[in-house]
């Protein structure tokens, strides 16, 4: 079965600077798919980024960016010029395909201090 | 708000109650979900619907009931709940089987206390 690591429970950046949230997974299969989710207090789960497997360019959502290395099975979030609304629970998830459901990891949660 | 309508938002029951959870989407999806989200867990999936069909059922307790009427609305039954099911219940909707999936969209959630 496919798992999701996130090691870290909690970082901490300060306002406008650069932090790296680690995610590692485990799959035998060669094509898939990861997002970073993020989930502030109001609950609502959203999409930051998304990254197909087959794709050698790493993903870039504005401030947001992926460093996936698929041979190491690693995939960490880097949040550049960070911001006081950046501070939430940041997941991290893996899918095979659209046949099969999202496997999440147990989360970062971020602080952003002023 | 993103598409997908969770209520209600908050939710206190006896244990010997019967309630349900309402998901709502108008998105043109055809997969929903329903995930459980405990404190200190990760997020564990409870069920899916694909086409209006279940397709998985991770060993969720009988006294937890999905209902998925129409590819726009999903519920959850809740009848003698225990103590420990006390969690927040997400919702999903995704256009499953049709090309690259592009992830999911969730709703708020609805924030259940079983007393």
């Known amino acids: 079965a496919q798992t999701v690591t996130q090691s870290q429970p909690e970082m901490s950046v300060q306002e406008a600077e650069t932090v790296t949230l680690s995610c590692t997974y485990d799959?035998?299969?060669?094509?898939?798919?990861l997002f970073w989710y993020k989930q502030p207090p109001s609950r609502q789960m959203i999409l930051v980024i998304r990254?197909?497997?087959?794709?050698?360019q790493n993903a870039t959502e504005n401030r947001f960016s992926v460093n996936f290395q698929k041979a190491a099975k690693s995939f960490s979030l880097k949040i550049s010029d960070s911001q006081l609304g950046d501070a939430a629970m940041y997941f991290c998830?893996?899918?095979?395909?659209?046949?099969?459901?999202?496997?999440f990891g147990k989360g970062t949660r971020l602080s952003v201090i002023a | 708000e993103t598409g997908v309508t969770q209520t209600p938002r908050h939710l206190v029951m006896g244990m010997t109650n019967k309630k349900s959870l309402k998901c709502e989407q108008h998105l043109g999806h055809n997969a929903m979900y329903w995930y459980k989200q405990s404190a200190k867990k990760p997020l564990e999936l409870m069920f899916v619907?694909?086409?209006?069909?279940?397709?998985e059922n991770n060993s969720v307790p009988s006294r937890f009931s999905p209902e998925c009427p129409n590819s726009s609305h999903l519920f959850l039954h809740l009848h003698t709940l225990q103590p420990e099911d006390s969690a927040l219940y997400l919702c999903a909707s995704s256009l499953a089987l049709l090309g690259p999936p592009y992830g999911y969209t969730f709703g708020s959630g609805t924030r259940l206390t079983v007393v």
């Open positions: 619907y694909s086409l209006e069909e279940r397709v």
């Open positions: 998830a893996y899918l095979h395909s659209g046949n099969t459901p999202l496997v």
């Open positions: 990254q197909e497997a087959y794709k050698q």
């Open positions: 799959t035998s299969e060669s094509d898939y798919y």
